[in-house]
């Protein structure tokens, strides 16, 4: 099966504290991309990052990083110093089907309090 | 940057109505995707067009969904007979090169069948 879990329902923090939002994903592929989607109280879907297979480098960007680990098919998302903007609902998401459609994971609120 | 564009923002329509779901997707991009997600909930594939077809579609969309891009800038998606159960907030997306590509969204239609 291909499939995307976030275990993570609701996560609640204080503002300035870091939070990482777990993403396991299943792909019988063995090249893919994965994504990260951001989706604010506004409800517009935010591109913030895709990352292919082949690279497992960490990748950061100002606030954000992002832990691509192939070995446990997990990419999770973190979030230093957390601000009450950050509160919206993350997706993890993977291209499936033969590629030809994208499937999300159920999503993370992240709830952010000053 | 470009942006991909929904009309109507809300939609309210009486059961066994028809609807359709308007959407300007960017120009220079050729992959087209309509989404759907029911309030506090997992956004859900409903189907990809490409090159003047469907692509992929979900087992949600079925013959009471149809999509069309009547020219070169809209892409449409029509509801034969809505239930109560198609209310959702429906997404419109494109890309350049496939669901392997950044997908832009829309911002969405939130259609309300009574």
């Known amino acids: 099966a291909q499939k995307v879990t976030q275990a993570q329902t609701e996560i609640s923090v204080v503002e300035k504290e870091d939070v990482t939002l777990d993403c396991v994903y299943e792909?019988?592929?063995?090249?893919?991309?994965l994504f990260w989607y951001k989706q604010p109280p506004s409800g517009e879907l935010v591109f913030l990052i895709r990352r292919n297979s082949f690279d497992e480098q960490n990748e950061i960007s100002g606030r954000y990083s992002w832990n691509f680990q192939k070995s446990t098919s997990s990419f999770n998302f973190t979030i230093t110093a957390s601000q009450v903007v950050d509160s919206a609902v993350y997706f993890c998401?993977?291209?499936?089907?033969?590629?030809?459609?994208?499937?999300f994971g159920s999503g993370t609120q992240l709830t952010v309090l000053p | 940057e470009p942006e991909v564009t929904q009309t109507p923002s809300h939609q309210v329509t009486q059961m066994g109505q028809e609807v359709i779901l308007r959407c300007v997707p960017i120009s220079n991009h050729l992959y087209f995707y309509w989404y759907r997600q029911i309030l506090g909930q997992k956004v859900e594939f409903l189907v990809s067009f490409y090159n003047n077809e469907i692509s992929e579609k979900s087992e949600i969309f079925d013959d009471q969904f149809s999509v069309e891009r009547p020219d070169g800038s809209n892409f449409t998606l029509k509801i034969r007979s809505t239930k109560l159960e198609d209310s959702a907030m429906y997404f419109c997306a494109s890309s350049e090169g496939g669901v392997k590509e950044k997908l832009f969204f829309g911002s969405g239609t939130q259609l309300s069948v009574l």
């Open positions: 998401a993977l291209p499936t089907g033969s590629a030809r459609q994208l499937t």
């Open positions: 792909t019988r592929d063995t090249t893919y991309y």
